[in-house]
Nanobody, 122 residues
């Protein structure tokens, strides 16, 4: 059974940084395809980044150059380093795994975490 557990969210000021974690169980790191999405109140779930275990990554234009994905194989955990945060980055951030379709769309993903809230406000 695949489980994804996000953590690391919080309240920060504009320009500050946060690192989100996605702890993965029940899924082999080798061959895994993962993604981060986010959802602001009243909005649809938005694609942030897609990545596979080989290191290939793809970022949404809105976060390119500010967000970076990394992993710790020993902990079976993926990370989303978010720098230069903006108020428009405020959302619940979700980790997702094993897409079956277009990687940019939430409907393509089979497994989801519970989400972690990120709030960027002065």
């Amino acid at each position: 059974q695949v489980q994804l557990v996000e953590s690391g969210g919080g309240l920060v000021q504009p320009g500050e940084s946060l690192r989100l974690s996605c702890a993965v169980s029940g899924l082999m790191f080798s061959g895994a395809e993962m993604a981060w999405f986010r959802q602001a109140p009243g909005s649809e779930r938005e694609f942030v980044t897609w990545f596979i275990w080989t290191g290939v990554t793809f970022y949404a234009d809105s976060v390119k150059g500010r967000f970076t994905v990394s992993r710790d194989n020993t902990k079976n955990t993926w990370y989303l380093q978010m720098n230069s945060l903006k108020p428009e980055d405020t959302a619940v951030y979700y980790c997702a795994a094993q897409p079956q379709g277009d990687r940019r769309y939430a409907r393509s993903y089979v497994h989801w975490g519970q989400g972690t809230q990120v709030t960027v406000s002065s």
